[in-house]
């Protein structure tokens, strides 16, 4: 039993590393849904937003067969991200404000973009159950009852692993939020990372079985994997420097 717990203990920890590691880009794109709400609301909507995830993800653990089938919400996730990140650079180059009234944000502004949180949310979540599941089965079995169609033991450690992922996320956001807003040259660096995450979906959602465009497991193929982190590095970096040398150039 002590060798038993050990391994679900070993493999809890990897996978809240690879939460973590999931909700780091993933942290990014909800700092820049929520920018644009006044600093009260913007707690409210990571709160309200990832609230709901905590429920999803329960959900999901139950319905994950079900959900796999489906890669139509990964698409619109990765064709939303996409469509902001392009518009946001867009809009940029043409010189128009990135603001919103206060009384566009109290109203319905506030819920659409928890219901935003929500749906970016779902998206990301399908990849990280993937994983969390693939994890799980790996393990001996673990009490003589099952959740779900899976081992009470298994699933305790899948959804354990995915609600700290949630919470990793929740801070993460709201430390990306504070530094957007202390380092505004930031933000057209954050939005190439909304959109590389959107390729990261489009990516996910050809390797799916019934597309069939990529090869299935080419999402958590170590060369991929390598390449997207290595790509989100020097996005980050390149937005840093830009950012220090528009300082220097503002401050001279």
Known sequence: MDTILLEYAWVLLVLIGLEGLLAADNAVVMA??????????????????LAGAFIFRFAALFMITFLVNIWQIQALGAAYLLFIAV???????????????????????????VLKVELADIAFAIDSMLAAVALAVTLPHLGDFDIGGINGGQFGVMLAGGLIGVI???????????????????ETAAFVVVGWVGVKLVVLTLSHDKL???????????????????????????????GLKKNKEQNA
């Open 32 to 49: 820049v849904m929520v920018k644009h709400l006044p600093k009260p609301q913007q707690k409210k909507a990571l709160f309200y937003g």
């Open 87 to 113: 518009k946001h650079i867009y809009d940029q180059r043409k010189g128009e404000e990135h603001t919103i009234e206060p009384e566009t944000t109290k109203g319905s502004g506030f819920w659409m973009t």
């Open 168 to 186: 990793i996320m929740r801070f993460a956001a709201h430390k990306f939020v504070r530094l957007l807003e202390k380092y505004p040259q930031l």
């Open 212 to 242: 069939g465009v990529l090869p299935h497991d080419f999402p958590h193929s170590t060369p991929w994997t390598i390449t997207f982190w290595l790509v989100l590095l020097g996005i980050v970096l390149t937005g840093v420097f830009t």
